[in-house]
Each structure stands twice: as C-alpha cells, then as structure tokens.
C-alpha cells in the first residue's frame, strides 16, 4: 500500500475527509475514509486498518500535529474503522478511544492499549468548537455495537458504513448518493437488515444534517433528512421481499 496516496479535503467547517483509494478493492476501486475534526481536543472518526496508519498520519499531519489528538472514535469495532487504533494511542500520547458502553464491554475494554471512555447514550464530546453527539445504531448499517457520531455545530453526521459506494468520486457532492450506495449494497450485501433499520435510520434523518461523512466513498452534502429516509425506505423493502 505504500504506493496509495491520501486526499485530504475539508467537507464542513473544521471536519476533514482523509481519503485513501485502494485500487485493487472491488471491480473499480473502494475508498477507506477517515475524518478529522479539529478543535481545542481534536478528534478522530475512523482510524484505518494498521497497513495504512503511515499514510493516514501523514495525512492528519498536514491539518494539525498528530500527538495533538485527543479522542479517537469509530462506527464499530472493525478492521477498517480501528484497525490502527492502538497505533494511533501510541502516537498521541494524551489520546482516548471513546465509543458506546456496549462496544468497551463487548470488546474494547479489552483491545485498547489504554481503557476507553465508555460514552452514556446521547452523551456529547465538546472538543471545544465543535460538539459531537453520541447515538447508538445496533446492527445499523451493521455490527450489535454500531453508533454514529453528529456534530451539532456543523449539522454534519459521521456515519459510518451508511451509503457506501464503489470507485472513486469526490470528496463532496450534491448530487444522489442513495443510488450508488444500494448499487454497492447488491455487490456487498453488508447491510442487516432488521425490523427496526427503517426507523433507527429515520430517526438519524430527523436530526437534519447537512452533510454526511460516509466512510466509503463520496460525502454528502444537501437535505441529508430526505437522503437518509429514502435509505430507510428502500431497506424496508428489501426486507419485504426477503
């Protein structure tokens, strides 16, 4: 992988998408994004697998020293979302892993290097400046411990494996991301689907944001309200004819 090379680009005010395309991931390539948001306690969402931790800090290098992360947090414990999470610890010294009560009890509490900061529901980090909002998704889009992340000041929601798509594409658009995304949904079929995916994504919806910081592919920004109920109705209906 040394041959990837990460785009930084910043989606909303002071939140930064740090975006490596692996080519050889699927029939056109698959992004892995991390997003960065700076405040007086800096905090990053996703951390990447430990093969590109290399790239990615020299990435975040370019936004704010890397020691300087305070909170490292992520969807749900998987390769791709904390793979490098202890890589991370190591490199910034005051860091924390902060993540839902069931993630640090079902797995956390034993990976970290350091204990994490088992977060209450609906509990909010004030980074200073910015203020991110905890909500637990069990098993949406995937994984019993799955959570988003949403940032008050900015309307923009860190969420996830939510509208994955393939191949490359902006760092930001406006235009539909729901068709791509289901697009990657029929090749992947990584989505569980539950009586309760409809409403837990509505639910999201209703929290009005702006932008959607997808962890595969382009993000979003516009009436993401509309986009994320959309995705709830076509989930529904996959569920259905199941």
């Known amino acids: 992988m040394d041959t990837l090379q990460p785009a930084v680009d910043e989606i909303a005010d002071g939140i930064y998408r740090i975006s490596t395309l692996v080519p050889d991931v699927g029939p056109n390539g698959f992004s892995f994004n991390q997003f960065l948001v700076a405040g007086d306690e800096p905090l990053l969402f996703h951390t990447g697998p430990r093969t590109l931790f290399p790239l990615v800090a020299e990435a975040v290098a370019t936004v704010l020293p890397v020691e300087s992360i305070r909170w490292i947090t992520f969807g749900h414990v998987e390769a791709d979302e904390c793979g490098s999470m202890n890589m991370w610890l190591a490199a910034a010294p005051n860091s924390q892993v902060a993540h839902g009560a069931l993630g640090c009890d079902v797995s956390l509490n034993d990976l970290c290097d350091r204990p994490p900061r088992a977060l209450a529901e609906g509990e909010v980090i004030d980074i200073g400046g910015k203020r991110l909002r905890q909500i637990s998704t069990p098993h949406v889009p995937h994984g019993w411990e799955a959570q988003v992340l949403f940032e008050e000041t900015t309307a923009t929601l860190l969420c996830g494996d939510l509208f994955s798509q393939t191949g490359p594409g902006p760092a930001l658009t406006a235009n539909d991301v729901l068709e791509p995304a289901m697009q990657a949904e029929a090749m992947f079929g990584a989505t569980c689907l539950a009586p309760h995916t409809g409403q837990t994504l509505r639910a ?13 592919g382009s993000s979003f920004e516009g009436d993401g309200r509309q986009a994320l109920h959309a995705l709830a109705g076509e989930y529904e209906a996959m569920l259905a004819r199941s």
Not at 204 to 216: C, Q
């Open 204 to 216: 999201l919806g209703d929290l009005e944001p702006t932008t959607l910081a997808i962890m595969h």
